[in-house]
């Protein structure tokens, strides 16, 4: 090989190795991860406090038998809940 071949390969490689390749095919749209709360009482206490105020239910909604009933079996789910619309 020529010595001014061999210096043109090496700037060649030089400038190849300085170039950024795309990331677009390295780059992918993060799954949605559903983040479970774990129960406390205060937490249900600040959000049955939210539900009476931004519902506008009057107090004792909370304290009604059906109220309970419907917490009472939300509890047993081991999946979360989903209410229908």
């Known amino acids: 090989m020529l010595p001014e071949d061999s210096q043109d390969r090496k700037k060649a ?30 937490l249900f206490h600040k959000a049955a406090i939210k539900w009476l105020i931004t519902t506008n239910q009057p107090l004792q909604a909370v304290e009604h038998l059906s109220f309970k009933k419907m917490i009472d079996i939300a509890s047993r789910a081991s999946k979360g809940v989903i209410i229908p619309n």
């Open 13 to 42: 490689a030089i400038s190849t190795n300085l170039k950024q390749s795309a990331l677009d095919t390295h780059l992918r749209e993060p799954t949605a991860i559903e983040k479970v709360v774990l129960y406390t009482d205060q």
